[in-house]
DNA sequence: CGTTGAATTGAGGTCACTCAATCGCAGTGG
DNA sequence: CCACTGCGATTGAGTGACCTCAATTCAACG
C-alpha cells in the first residue's frame, strides 16, 4: 500500500471506508456508520517501525486499523521482549487492559499504518446508543481471546519446528483474510518470530532453515515465502477457521 | 466451602448472591439485579475434577463462577495440556471464542464449583436493555485479555523459577481478592502447574524443591503454602494490582 | 566505501526434557 | 489387619533441545 493511498483513506468519511467494502466485514445500517462517524476523531499515521503505544503510558484513545499491520508486545525489566499478538486492519487496539488506566502493552508498527482513533470516554454512549456496535465489540474481544488461548498453546506446548509453522499460518492467513497481501509472503524480521514463540534468535534461524530444506518455506530478505502451505499447517496441527463476516469499528 | 454452603448458593435469587456482599464488587441498581435474576436460568454444581465445558462442543450457555475455582486449557491431538487461565468466583466463563459456535477450550473444576447459567442466546437482549452491564462484559473480557498477555508472557520470556514464582503469586492474589482462601495456600498439582507454564513435570518438581529450599514456599500435600511472598513476587517481576470495584454478572 | 541491520554459521554450555524407579499416602477390598 | 491399587511427589541418570557468545556474510543505504 503506497503513501498515496493512505492519505485517500484518511481523508474518507466511515461511509466510504475501504474495509466496508470488503467482503470480510458486514453491512452497516445509516444509523450506524453516522454515529461511528461522530464517534471517530481523527486518523492516526504512523511510519514502519513507529510505536503506536507505550505500555504504562495513559491513552485516552482506542484505535482500529485501517491499513498496514503491527504488532503487540510486553516487555520484562531486563529488555526480554514478548510479542503478544499482531494487530491487522480492522483489528481494534487499546481495548486490551483496563478500559480506564495505563495501557498494559506497547504496539509497534510493521509496516506504515493508518489507524481511526475514537475516544474511550465516548465509548459508553456508544453503548447506550448502539447496543448492536457494542456487542460487535464484546465479539471482537472475544475473538482475540481466542487468538491468545492458542498463541498461548503454541508458546507453551509445540515444539520449535511446529512453533514456527503455526506462526507462519497463523500470520498468512489472517493477513490474507483482510487483503493485507496477496502472493504468499509474510513480511517480518527474524528477532519478530523469536520475540513471538519465546525462542532465541539463533534457534529460530536454525529452524526456519529445517523448514526450508524440506522445501516448506524460503525466507527472503525481510520476509518468507510460503511454498508448502498445507505441509506446514499439518506440522503446526493447524486448521483454517472458515470465516464469517466479521464486525468492526 | 462446604457442601451446604454451596447449596444455599444455588436457591439464592440474585439479590442475595453472596459475591454481591463483597467489597470487590460494584453495587448493582435494582433494575439491574431484576434482569440478571430473569436473564439467569439456573444452577450448575460439579464435583472437584469435573469437566464443565469440552472444545469443540457447541455449548448454548455462558457461566457465571459462583463459588469454587477451576481451568481452562486446550489439548494438542497427542495430548499435550496447555492450561490457558484459572477462573475463580465472579469470572464470567464461555465467553472466550466465537460468542456462537464451537467451544474453543475446555473447563475442569480444581475443588467443588457452583456456576450461575445464562442463554448466550440472550445475551444481546441484556445489551440492548442494560448497556451498564454490556459495558461491564466488555471490561471483564478487557481483564481477561490482560491476564492472557501476562501468562503469555511469563510462558515465553520467564525462565522456569520465575515462571514458577509468578504463577504462585498471579493465583495468590487473585484468589485472595475473590475471598476463595484465608491463609496463603494454593491447592493444585504440580502437574497443573507444569501445564500452565509449558514445563515438564519433573523439572517443575525440581523448581519448586528450589524454591523451597530457598524457603519462599513449601509444598505440602496436594498444595503449596507461601511462605515468602515478597521474595517471589522480586523473583517473577511481579507487583500486586491493586484493584479498583470489579463488575461482574 | 564505511556503516548498519538482518541473516547465517560454528562452538560450547546448560537448561529443561524423557525415561524409569521409588516413596508415601489414601482408599479399597479381601 | 494387610495386600493391592492409584495418584502425586520425588529422585537419579542420561540426552537433546535450545541457549549464549562470537564471528562472518550479505544487502541496503548514505
Not at 481523508?11 to 458486514?26: A, G, I, Q, V
Request: contains cysteine.
Amino acid at each position: 500500500m503506497t503513501k498515496e493511498q493512505e492519505r485517500a483513506h484518511a481523508s474518507l468519511p466511515c461511509e466510504k471506508c475501504p474495509l466496508r467494502k470488503r467482503d470480510l466485514f458486514r453491512d452497516f445500517e445509516q444509523g450506524e456508520l453516522d454515529f461511528i462517524g461522530r464517534f471517530k476523531k481523527g486518523d492516526l499515521a504512523v511510519k514502519k517501525g513507529a510505536t503506536v503505544l507505550v505500555e504504562g503510558a495513559h491513552n485516552p484513545h482506542l484505535y482500529t486499523v485501517l491499513s498496514g499491520w503491527g504488532f503487540r508486545y510486553k516487555l520484562l525489566e531486563d529488555g526480554r521482549r514478548q510479542i503478544v499478538n499482531y494487530v491487522m486492519p480492522g483489528d481494534l487496539v487499546g481495548l486490551q487492559g483496563n478500559l480506564l488506566g495505563e495501557m498494559k502493552h506497547s504496539v509497534e508498527a510493521l509496516s506504515s499504518m493508518v489507524l481511526c482513533v475514537f475516544e474511550k470516554a465516548e465509548l459508553f454512549s456508544l453503548y447506550r446508543e448502539f447496543p448492536e456496535l457494542a456487542y460487535d465489540i464484546t465479539w471482537i474481544a472475544s475473538r482475540e481471546e481466542c487468538m491468545l488461548d492458542d498463541n498461548l498453546l503454541t508458546v507453551g506446548r509445540r515444539t520449535a519446528l511446529e512453533k514456527v509453522a503455526y506462526l507462519l499460518m497463523f500470520i498468512l492467513e489472517r493477513s490474507r483474510q483482510c487483503g493485507l497481501i496477496g502472493n504468499g509472503t509474510v513480511s517480518l524480521t527474524q528477532q519478530h518470530v523469536a520475540d513471538t514463540l519465546g525462542l532465541s534468535l539463533v534457534h529460530t534461524n536454525k529452524t526456519i532453515a529445517r523448514l526450508a530444506e524440506r522445501g516448506f518455506l524460503k525466507w527472503e530478505d525481510g520476509g518468507c515465502r510460503i511454498l508448502n502451505p498445507e505441509a506446514l499447517a499439518e506440522l503446526a496441527d493447524w486448521t483454517a477457521e472458515k470465516v464469517a463476516k466479521r464486525p468492526f469499528l
